[in-house]
């Protein structure tokens, strides 16, 4: 080739090297991909131009030293944010040289946050500090932590003032979370399924582990850390014991080391039969020499693959799985063999309460807390106690369940479920904030007034040092991670009420949309109204007034209060809504199952007497005759109408809500929850067309006036079936 063969060479070249440098640069001032909701809350979108202007003063550099990986993380993370946020990342520094500097980090790790002498020595290994103060003669926003995790959960805190356009100047905020162990449960299969999944398949990609660390798992990490999740059961409750063999541990040691950085620990549900499945013994009795030392050797070998490694989650005896009734042995016996093996190890025993027997004849709502009270005060030190919200099974609405405030000598951990198993899957808007709020400030008189479910879980109400609350996750492989954008909102208030109970489920809902999807007040105000309203009426349009287990068989999709289909009475809705011809309810009172005596002496007084009884809980308590008399002055009947019909209404006033809100936001995320609420929307009137129907036929009674009737015969919706349901699938 020529000279000047080659000269057009180079300038074709060049000029094509330009043409891909230019469209690299456009592809990366376009989003990364569209809004698909990856970004959770962790949405760092440019705030408007005012905004940036005032925070800016603030973000002047960066001094966060990077010397351990948690630090790194919060640095990483506080450069990130900025970066999306403000436009552009501080210059990272190591010396404050102007005004409006951030520093970050604990008092031994930085000479600075040292000269702040500020007092750490409350904040524990989680809590942190942040405030406004002058540090060699500049103001400057100082993110102080005892230990590191504090500066990353500061660090995160700082964002989220940020995101929700708060003030930054003048801070001085202390925060110490209330609740030590912070745990999210997954219901995970080794398969690839999610036990009550809605949200796609499991995020633990087991085939490619230890190998492969999928990024999404680093994603995850930092969406926990953001609200103080500080925990992860990896694996369903209904366990496979092969989570234990070493291929397995290898895979689990290798998402422990991603999560560490996050101040986030590993634990897995374990199979009570282990022993037995690959161990090679002829027994799991507890108090087998043998099952002792097998126990002992795989939680060793565990902890030399995860030395951080959190502990055990037992599902024992109930629901067929394995346990120490086995062995004539009680649940104590079971929790505390595992309790002593992870004790040199500091680890705990998540020991589940949900326990009800087929071959019991009592009320399914009083077994787990005859099990279990009787054996306050048995447990060995390391173990909690982990207790359904509700003495049945994450319904719409229960009342707490009546072991908090029963075992004062064991700590209670709370397990919610953020999966909407009873609550419309995926697809429904029900934001779970006021189902946990309720729970957690029921008030259950078990050491006189204000004795509430959180300070039981907390440990406050009888001094426990150990404290715990479980989440049982609602996270899969969707992009979106959790089904539909609202459900993230359940993760996110699952997290922040760990972390303080007390928090509003409102104002955790207004940050939540506030950094899901803008801070325009007329978007802001009805959409957090509208998810204040949600989980009513999903009670209103399921199970109004203390009705509860309504659902369809196996799957729960759907309503079937008729169904007989499966095998066991406590798996039929008949046997929990209990309505004949006169009336309709569970007598939980003294003329009924008893129940009710299972509260303290003020709660349970309250609930014996039908006058006295709450009328969300009516019929949990009470079976009511229709012509009842509600305070309202309608009969039960019309009220019952009246609220599935209202339930109905009020999806209908949501969809509206959206409708006018078409615009304020990203069209794609705007689309799918439209969608959605018109499935809500759909179900939610078959759900009460199919119980009017089926209560009217029991009852025998027209429709009250000014109420449509259900459009089908009750004969329709007992003949609707499903298939592949999601969440289903494995069992
Ligand atoms: C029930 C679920 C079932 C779980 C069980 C549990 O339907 O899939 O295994 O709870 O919590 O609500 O163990």
Redesign the pocket.
């Known amino acids: 080739m020529n000279r000047d063969g080659r000269a057009a060479l180079w300038l074709f070249f060049r000029t094509l090297a330009v043409a891909v440098l230019m469209l690299g640069a456009l592809l990366h001032m376009a989003p990364a991909h569209a809004e698909d909701g990856y970004e959770l809350w962790l949405r760092y979108h440019a705030l408007p131009a005012g905004e940036i202007q005032r925070d800016q003063n603030h973000a002047s550099q960066l001094i966060a030293n990077d010397a351990t990986p948690t630090r790194a993380a919060a640095r990483a993370e506080l450069l990130r944010g900025l970066n999306g946020l403000l436009g552009a990342a501080p210059p990272v520094s190591d010396a404050v040289t102007r005004d409006g500097a951030i520093v970050a980090g604990t008092p031994a790790s930085s000479s600075l946050i040292a000269q702040l002498h500020l007092d750490t020595s409350k904040l524990g290994k989680d809590g942190y500090v942040i405030r406004s103060v002058t540090l060699n003669g500049h103001p400057v926003t100082a993110i102080v932590g005892n230990d590191d995790l504090g500066v990353l959960y500061g660090s995160f805190h700082f964002l989220r003032l940020l995101q929700t356009e708060q003030s930054i100047d003048h801070l001085d905020i202390t925060e110490v979370p209330r609740i030590e162990l912070r745990v999210l449960d997954h219901?995970d299969n080794l398969n690839g399924s999610v036990?009550?999944g809605y949200a796609g398949a499991s995020i633990w990609d087991w085939w490619k582990l230890p190998d492969w660390t999928s990024p999404r798992y680093t994603d995850y990490a930092r969406a926990n850390a953001s609200i103080g999740i500080n925990g992860v059961v990896l694996n369903n409750?209904?366990a496979d014991a092969l989570i234990l063999t070493p291929a397995y541990l290898k895979k689990v040691a290798a998402l422990a080391d991603v999560f560490r950085p996050y101040g986030i620990r590993v634990y897995l549900s374990v199979r009570f039969s282990a022993p037995i499945e690959i161990g090679g013994l002829k027994t799991a009795d507890p108090l087998d020499p043998a099952v002792k030392t097998w126990w002992r050797e795989k939680t060793d070998e565990i902890y030399k693959l995860v030395p951080d490694f959190g502990g055990f989650l037992v599902?024992a005896n109930?629901?067929g799985q394995p346990g120490p009734q086995d062995y004539k042995r009680t649940h104590a016996d079971g929790a505390n063999l595992f309790a002593d093996v992870l004790a040199p190890h500091g680890g705990v025993v998540m020991w589940?309460a949900?326990v009800y027997s087929q071959n019991s004849a009592d009320d399914r709502a009083k077994q787990a807390y005859s099990e279990f009270k009787p054996l306050d005060g048995r447990f060995h030190a390391n173990v909690l106690l982990q207790v359904?919200n509700g003495p049945i099974?994450?319904q719409p609405r229960e009342p707490f369940s009546p072991l908090f405030g029963a075992m004062p000598k064991t700590p209670l951990m709370m397990e919610f479920q953020i999966t909407k198993?009873y609550l419309g899957f995926a697809t429904h808007l029900v934001y779970l904030g006021p189902l946990y709020e309720e729970v957690l400030s029921s008030d259950t008189m078990a050491k006189g007034k204000g004795s509430t479910v959180a300070k039981v879980i907390d440990g406050t109400l009888d001094g426990h040092a150990l404290s715990g609350i479980a989440g049982v996750a609602n996270v899969g492989t969707d992009r979106d991670w959790c089904g539909s954008d609202f459900n993230q909102a359940n993760w996110y208030v699952f997290g922040r009420l760990a972390w303080n109970p007390t928090l509003s489920a409102r104002a955790i809902a207004e940050e939540w949309v506030r950094m899901t999807f803008s801070n325009d007040i007329a978007f802001v105000k009805p959409v957090v109204d509208m998810m204040m309203g949600s989980r009513e009426a999903a009670v209103d349009y399921m199970t109004p007034l203390g009705l509860a287990h309504l659902m369809g068989p196996g799957h729960?999709y759907g309503p079937a209060p008729w169904d007989k289909s499966l095998a066991r009475a406590d798996w039929q809705p008949p046997y929990y809504h209990r309505a004949d011809h006169l009336g309709v309810g569970f007598d939980r009172t003294r003329t009924g199952s008893d129940a009710a005596d299972q509260y303290a002496p003020p709660i349970a007084a309250q609930f014996n007497d039908v006058k006295q009884t709450p009328e969300t809980v009516l019929l949990w308590f009470h079976h009511v005759p229709w012509e009842y008399r509600m305070r309202s002055g309608n009969t039960l009947w019309y009220e019952l109408v009246a609220h599935y019909t209202q339930g109905v209404d009020d999806v209908k006033k949501m969809r509206e809500t959206w409708r006018h809100l078409d615009g304020h936001i990203d069209a794609d995320r705007y689309r799918k929850a439209a969608t959605f609420l018109a499935i809500q929307e759909r179900e939610a009137q078959w759900w009460r067309d199919a119980c009017i129907a089926y209560f009217q036929q029991v009852s025998g009674l027209p429709l009250p006036p000014g109420f449509a009737p259900p459009p089908h015969p009750l004969s329709y919706y007992e003949s609707l079936s499903f298939h592949y349901v999601p969440g289903h699938s494995s069992w």
Do not use: G
Request: net charge neutral; no cysteine; aromatic share 20%.
């Open positions: 219901w036990e009550r409750v209904n599902k109930s629901e589940r949900f359904k099974d994450f198993e729960h």
